[in-house]
């Protein structure tokens, strides 16, 4: 048992920390050996399986992340930008393997990250389940058959808690409609529209945002041609999708050599 990976969750309070610390414990694949929270957070000092309503587990909540992370082969890490920089920084010093489910990264961030996987093993993306990852595929192919005739519109909704928009798995999917059209997504992206907008571009990627209730993620990508529409359609219903997809970049990760990897290269897709 002593010699499976050990795993660190970051943000374990969160709605992916929660499942996260379920999923790796119950795995029987990887060691839970570390939780961290932000500095201040109720939970930190605590015994995580007690702070989830359960029996002790003898995992000690920390705001020190690097105190956790010299304990780990892994660190998983669903966050917030910002968090997640810091966090590279730190899993590089520790040898781990940075398994990033964030989203709502600015450049700036992508920088940063990129930086770190100069030293380490950074698996990144905007959604870990396998079937958003086979939609990225199915996006992209898609997008090369079909001519600028048909518009590109990515529309995806969320719970009412979600910070950022796009969805990080909407960008992943318009990226994919850019690549398979061969044209840069930057220089093509369309959202946030209101008022007198004037006509839609030529070749524009379109993307909407809905956010309410509790609703887990759900993407579509919509292919609009004369007369006719292509959808392609992602629902998730369980956030297990996500933690099994981040467990797995975990264990796919040791002996990896440096460098920044995504979902596609876990899946094999
Ligand atoms: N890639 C994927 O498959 C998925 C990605 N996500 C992304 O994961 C992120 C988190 O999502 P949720 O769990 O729904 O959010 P959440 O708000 O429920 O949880 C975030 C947790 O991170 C903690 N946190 C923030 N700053 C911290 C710091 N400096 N140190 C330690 N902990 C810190 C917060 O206290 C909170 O407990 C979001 O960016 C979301 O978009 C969510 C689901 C799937
Ligand atoms: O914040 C969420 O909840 C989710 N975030 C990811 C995203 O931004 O796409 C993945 C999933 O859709 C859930």
Same mark, same amino acid.
């Not at 020190?64 to 010093?93: H, K, M, S, W």
């Given at each position: 048992?002593?010699?499976?990976?050990?795993?660190?969750?970051?943000?374990?309070?969160?709605?992916?920390?929660?499942?996260?610390?379920?999923?790796?414990? &119950?795995?029987?694949?990887?060691?839970?050996?570390? +939780?961290?929270?932000? &500095?201040?957070?109720?939970?930190?000092?605590?015994?995580?399986?007690?702070?989830?309503?359960?029996?002790?587990?003898?995992?000690?909540?920390? /705001?020190?992340?690097?105190?956790?992370?010299?304990? &780990?082969?892994?660190? #998983?890490?669903?966050?917030?930008?910002?968090?997640?920089?810091?966090?590279?920084?730190?899993?590089?010093?520790?040898?781990?393997?940075?398994?990033?489910?964030?989203?709502?990264?600015?450049? &700036?961030?992508?920088?940063?990250?990129?930086?770190?996987?100069?030293?380490? =093993?950074?698996?990144?993306?905007?959604?870990?389940?396998?079937?958003?990852?086979?939609?990225?595929? @199915?996006?992209?192919?898609?997008?090369?058959? @079909? /001519?600028?005739?048909? /518009?590109?519109?990515?529309?995806? +909704?969320?719970?009412?808690?979600? =910070? /950022?928009?796009?969805?990080?798995?909407?960008?992943?999917?318009?990226?994919?409609?850019?690549?398979?059209?061969?044209?840069?997504?930057?220089?093509?992206?369309?959202?946030?529209?209101?008022?007198?907008?004037?006509?839609?571009?030529?070749?524009?990627?379109?993307?909407?945002?809905?956010?309410?209730?509790?609703?887990?993620?759900?993407?579509?990508? #919509?292919?609009?041609?004369?007369?006719?529409? =292509? #959808?392609?359609?992602?629902?998730?219903?369980?956030?297990?999708?996500?933690?099994?997809? +981040?467990?797995?970049?975990?264990?796919?990760?040791?002996?990896?050599?440096?460098?920044?990897?995504?979902?596609?290269? =876990?899946?094999?897709?």
């Amino acid at each position: 048992m002593t010699d499976l990976p050990g795993v660190v969750i970051t943000g374990v309070s969160g709605r992916m920390g929660r499942m996260l610390a379920a999923m790796v414990a &119950a795995s029987g694949k990887a060691r839970l050996v570390g +939780a961290v929270e932000r &500095a201040g957070h109720g939970w930190v000092g605590q015994d995580l399986g007690a702070a989830l309503g359960g029996a002790a587990n003898g995992v000690i909540v920390t /705001d020190d992340p690097l105190e956790a992370f010299a304990t &780990a082969q892994a660190v #998983i890490d669903f966050t917030a930008p910002a968090a997640t920089v810091e966090f590279a920084a730190l899993a590089a010093q520790a040898r781990a393997v940075h398994v990033i489910g964030t989203t709502g990264f600015e450049p &700036a961030h992508l920088a940063a990250l990129k930086a770190a996987a100069r030293h380490a =093993v950074i698996v990144r993306a905007g959604n870990m389940s396998l079937g958003v990852n086979l939609l990225v595929q @199915l996006t992209k192919r898609v997008a090369a058959a @079909l /001519d600028a005739d048909w /518009d590109v519109e990515v529309v995806e +909704a969320h719970h009412r808690m979600k =910070v /950022d928009a796009p969805s990080g798995t909407a960008l992943m999917l318009g990226q994919a409609a850019a690549e398979g059209r061969g044209v840069d997504l930057a220089q093509n992206r369309e959202a946030g529209r209101d008022g007198l907008t004037g006509a839609r571009a030529r070749g524009a990627i379109g993307f909407s945002s809905i956010r309410g209730g509790d609703i887990v993620g759900e993407h579509d990508v #919509i292919f609009a041609g004369e007369g006719e529409r =292509v #959808i392609l359609r992602h629902v998730a219903t369980d956030r297990a999708i996500f933690a099994r997809g +981040a467990l797995r970049a975990a264990l796919w990760g040791q002996g990896q050599k440096p460098g920044e990897y995504d979902m596609l290269d =876990v899946l094999g897709l």
